[in-house]
């Protein structure tokens, strides 16, 4: 197999997942919408990240348990999220938005009620019941080994001790993250819904104004 070791996160890992949630949300561009839609700066987007991790609330894509990691001689150089959309009766989008209202300043949770009409145009809605795959980084040295192709087979295999009747897993990509979308292609996903914003204002506070939402069936 791999000389890597692939483990569940830890509230040790949290500095990494941070980068991870960051590095992911950039794709591959300088927009961090953290910053952009709740009028923070990065250093501060970090912070309030870290506090939502540190929460250890469950079932999002900022929880710590919906984290697998890869070690390489006891160093973390990857990470991959994934999570059962809407277990427990309960949406990630409620259980973020709550995280979100919790730690924020409410100035923020304002500035980001005034474009989310605006963020509207490219959103595209997790589909329950499903394996929902989020962010996932790579350290550079050790980029395009598979790595987070081994991730995502270790996450599905998981899953499905414990949920055998899930059959699909998705996960979304801004246009502009071409590599994401072709790591994705090669482990077996395929696009299957398309979004772009009419308003170019979107590139403001997003990375891009394209998002696709690919699938793969388990």
């Known amino acids: 197999m791999s ?9 040790e890992d949290i500095p990494f ?3 991870t949630i960051i590095e992911a949300e950039k794709g591959g561009t300088d927009i961090l919408s953290y910053s952009s839609v709740f009028g923070i700066t990065e250093v501060e ?19 710590v348990s919906s984290f697998l990691v890869a070690e390489d001689n006891g160093v973390v150089i990857a990470a991959l999220s994934a999570w059962v959309e809407g ?4 949406s990630s989008i409620e259980i973020k938005g709550n995280l979100l209202g919790f730690v924020l ?11 989310n009409n605006l963020l509207k145009q490219v959103r595209i809605d997790y589909v329950t019941g499903s394996l ?5 980084y790579v350290i550079d040295n050790y980029r395009n080994k598979g790595i987070l192709g081994m991730l995502t087979e270790e996450i599905i295999r998981r899953v499905k001790i414990n949920n055998p009747e899930i059959s699909e897993v998705y996960t979304q990509v801004f246009g502009c993250n ?11 996903f395929e696009i299957v819904k398309k979004v772009e914003a009419e308003n ?14 690919l699938k793969r069936n388990i």
């Open 105 to 115: 300043p409410q100035e923020s949770i304002k500035n980001a009620a005034r474009v």
């Open 200 to 213: 170019d204002d979107v590139l403001n506070y997003l990375p891009s104004k394209i998002k696709f939402q």
């Open 132 to 136: 929902q795959k989020g962010a996932g």
């Open 3 to 11: 000389e890597y070791v692939l483990r569940s996160a830890s509230i």
């Open 87 to 90: 277990a427990g009766g309960v």
């Open 45 to 63: 987007a970090k912070k309030y990240i870290t506090q939502m991790l540190e929460e250890e609330i469950d079932g999002c894509e900022l929880s």
């Open 178 to 188: 071409i590599p994401a979308i072709k790591a994705n292609e090669r482990v077996g």
């Open 17 to 19: 997942l941070v980068n």
